[in-house]
């Protein structure tokens, strides 16, 4: 198995805090990896790390064996047409319509004339059943529309890797299916190979062929959906069930609660 | 030793904001230019900015004139020299009102404007998703802003002047009884088109690059957060009218102090 | 908002700034002079300039043929040199000339009033770099006052 991504060793810090700490990854060409753990562990960061947007401190994050963060700039916007991203607001131009926002990439990156453009705009709408809404402008979508809208504007120039931010955050049942239904059907259809981000237990573990569970700064579980449920990590227990308090504390750091209302001894 | 330290973090902070803002200005501006793409988004900020903000430059203008021309009537009337009002108009509004007026009004329509829409488009992450496409905001978000209230900005200030002095006519002519034909005669005689309206130009140019470049930077580098916006904003209008009016005195100086 | 229309406003835009120019450029500010046009300077030297300034007219029977171009001291007599640009137009000036610096009405703004002098054969023109010899200064107020009152303790 050929890995498209390989991060080694990444260590990365932000205003002093340690966010990563010696972390190593692997995501493979054509399947579905997700990255897991509790909110707020930046999980988010590690997409864009992923995507060059950040600079590790120490360690190695490589596309196809290129170095991401020793590529000049120009480098970077090349290979850069090969990922796509899919942010947690979906990110739509709120200036242009739907329409407008999915043929942007094209019109940036590609020579093609306007009615090749049109037809296949409305092809990747068609894909996620937005086709009707093309004419829509962005603040007239719902939520999981843009959502899904913007999924088909990740899509538009055929990107090797795509990554998800945290796709069915704040979605209702219907759309979070739908989105379900849409990311592996265009996983199996496009033979992409996707990231993604998230913290719902029950969808990942259909969709994902290989999970990463992070918590605490490190890698604290990782394999196959069926691994993972069999796992004897306690944090990754109580991660997947959903526990309030365990591994991963229910409290913040700080100190003793004696200490703080008793004073010191 | 508290506030000692905090003067340091603040100096740093300040230092450091001057850096991100330079380089950001290198980045938009330096980039190779891409005139056939940049060339109609430019245009359409040039109607966001410019247009837009013509309604206001328009009544202000002629409401300043009108002012003007009834202060200026009521004393210049009293040395017998009401005939002066046509240059007292258009000087003020040519070396002074007109570039400052205009800035002010342009960093609170536009300016502030434009820093909450860079804000906003750095909060929903559009930015970042410009980045992951393989394109570059500042060329395609910031530097066709840039040009747009750079050249916009001129053009108000020129309505604006040409707008009060005629403001000032309606008041001075056609209400207060000036002779229509001294107003315009000795206005003629005492403007010097290098020295009033050319000098009044270059300080909107300069005027029109620092108000812009507040605005978009302090979008570009808000907090993303509504209340960092927010403070984003009121920093734009504040800042700009402080830098214009500090630059304004320095400029003049330079322009008409030095004889 | 098409683009059409965006494209249409903005031009609507230029049109306007253009005009607004114009108004400024024609009805505003005075042609000819000092924006490009042709002139030529004339030099006078005076014992008293009184408040003349650079930029000040020089009318001739009351037109403007020119402006005040620089004021500056002769640096051997110490007497005020002024410099005055002519418009090209006006350029048959006779050498016997006369420049005055006058004022308009009591308390008005100083300028230069230039009488044109007779023209006989063997008089030539004033040109370019041209001194005019026959000056007469600026009346000083607080000096008309003292003769008055001198005159008086007599």
Known sequence: MENLLEIDNLTFSRSGRIIYDDISLRIVKGKTTAIMGPSGIGKTTMLRLMGGQLKPDSGDIRFRGESIQSMKRNRLFTVRRQMSMLFQSGALFTDMTVFDNIAFPLREHTKLSESVIKTLVLLKLQAVGLRGAAQLMPAELSGGMARRAALARAIALDPELIMYDEPFAGQDPISMGVLVKLIKALNDALQLTSVVVTHDVTEVLTIADYIYILAEKKVIGSGTPEQIKQSDSPLVQQFLKGQADGPVPFHYPSDDIEHTFLGAK | ?259 | ?154
């Not at chain 2, 410009?130 to 840039?146: F, G, K, N, T, Y």
């Not at chain 3, 005055?100 to 703004?109: F, R």
């Not at chain 3, 044109?116 to 054969?121: A, K, N, Q, R, T």
């Open chain 3, 1 to 154: 908002m098409s683009s059409r229309k965006v494209e249409i406003m903005v031009g609507l835009f230029v049109v306007l700034t253009l005009a607004a120019g114009l108004l400024l450029a024609l009805k505003a500010v005075n042609q000819g002079m000092s924006n490009g046009a042709e002139t030529y300077t004339l030099y006078a030297k005076f014992d008293n300039i009184g408040g003349l300034k650079a930029r000040s007219a020089v009318k001739v029977g009351g037109v403007i043929v020119g402006r005040v171009d620089s004021i500056s001291l002769d640096p051997d007599g110490y007497t005020p040199v002024v410099a005055l640009k002519i418009s090209q137009e006006y350029n048959k000036f006779p050498e016997t000339s006369s420049v005055s610096i006058l004022t308009s009405g009591l308390l008005g703004e100083q300028y230069v009033g230039f009488q044109p002098g007779f023209s006989i054969d063997g008089i030539a023109d004033l040109g370019e770099g041209d001194y005019i010899s026959d000056t007469k200064s600026a009346l000083v107020l607080e000096d008309l006052i003292g003769q008055f009152l001198f005159s008086k303790n007599d």
């Open chain 2, 1 to 259: 030793m508290q506030w000692l330290a905090s003067i340091g973090r603040n100096t740093i902070d300040t230092v450091g904001a001057f850096g991100r803002a330079f380089l950001m200005l290198l980045g938009a501006v330096i980039a190779k230019p891409q005139l056939i793409k940049n060339t109609p988004l430019t245009i359409k900020q040039i109607y966001v900015v410019g247009v837009q903000s013509l309604l206001i430059i328009v009544v202000s203008g002629l409401f300043i004139g009108m002012v003007m021309a009834l202060q200026g009537y009521t004393i210049l009337v009293g040395y017998g020299a009401e005939g002066s009002l046509g240059p007292m108009v258009a000087l003020s509004l040519l070396r002074e009102l007109g570039p400052v007026v205009t800035a002010l009004l342009f960093a609170g329509r536009a300016g502030s404007a434009l820093t909450a829409e860079i804000g906003l488009m750095k909060a929903t992450e559009q930015l970042s998703s410009l980045e992951m496409m393989a394109v570059d905001p500042l060329r395609r978000i910031v530097a066709p802003r840039l040009w747009a209230g750079i050249i916009s900005m001129p053009m108000l200030a020129i309505i604006f002047s040409a707008v009060g002095i005629l403001g000032g006519h309606v008041v001075g002519v056609d209400w207060l009884g000036v002779d229509a034909g001294s107003y315009w005669s000795i206005m003629q005689s005492s403007v010097d088109w290098n020295e009033d309206v050319v000098n009044g130009i270059i300080k909107t140019f300069v005027f029109a690059f620092v108000i812009t470049w507040i605005a978009i930077f302090k979008g570009y580098d808000a907090i993303p957060t509504s209340e960092g916006i927010s403070k984003a904003t009121t920093e734009t209008v504040v800042f700009s009218s402080l830098a214009v009016l500090g630059l304004d005195f320095i400029l003049t100086a330079l322009m008409f102090g030095i004889e």
